[in-house]
């Protein structure tokens, strides 16, 4: 059975930067009860506190970041890359361990957006682009959706298990 790298607010857990969560989403309900569901924050994962100051890529650029072309910066100015790119190395591990091919991550995310992020400006400015993690998976061949993109992830899914 294939497992899917899910980010945990999509799962309701209290750990988005403001303390907040998402979801739960029906679908991911389902999965998780069948037992495919991996679920990480990559930034608490990485040593980052609920809550937390909000953090931005300069340009919304991830792979920068793994590159070390770019930091990733809070809103006070703190440069929190090294937490950011741990995270991305323990979704990397569970990949690993789990034989992961798929991801479901959090849209926009600094860490987990995989089409768009904010452009590190803290003014709300998208420009597409995505987060550390994403970039991260990316490169080592994991497919990675937002929760925008569940029919398409449900298909992927499909496509996999055949």
Request: hydrophobic share 40%; aromatic share 4%; with cysteine.
């Amino acid at each position: 059975m294939q497992k899917i790298l899910v980010s945990r607010c999509l799962l309701g857990h209290r750990v988005r930067y403001d303390g907040g969560a998402h979801g739960p989403l029906v679908l991911l309900e389902r999965w998780q009860a069948e037992g495919r569901v991996v679920a990480l924050c990559p930034e608490v994962a990485g040593g980052l506190p609920t809550p937390r100051p909000p953090a931005e890529i300069a340009g919304g650029q991830g792979a920068g970041v793994l590159d070390g072309r770019l930091p990733v910066l809070t809103v006070d100015g703190e440069d929190v890359s090294a937490a950011f790119i741990a995270g991305a190395e323990q979704a990397l591990a569970l990949v690993e361990r789990h034989g992961i091919r798929l991801a479901l991550l959090k849209a926009r995310s600094p860490s987990c957006g995989n089409r768009e992020n904010y452009d590190g400006s803290f003014t709300g400015t998208r420009v597409a682009g995505e987060g550390v993690t994403a970039a991260a998976l990316r490169r080592a061949g994991v497919r990675v959706f937002s929760e925008e993109q569940l029919p398409e992830l449900e298909a992927a899914l499909r496509e996999l298990e055949g």
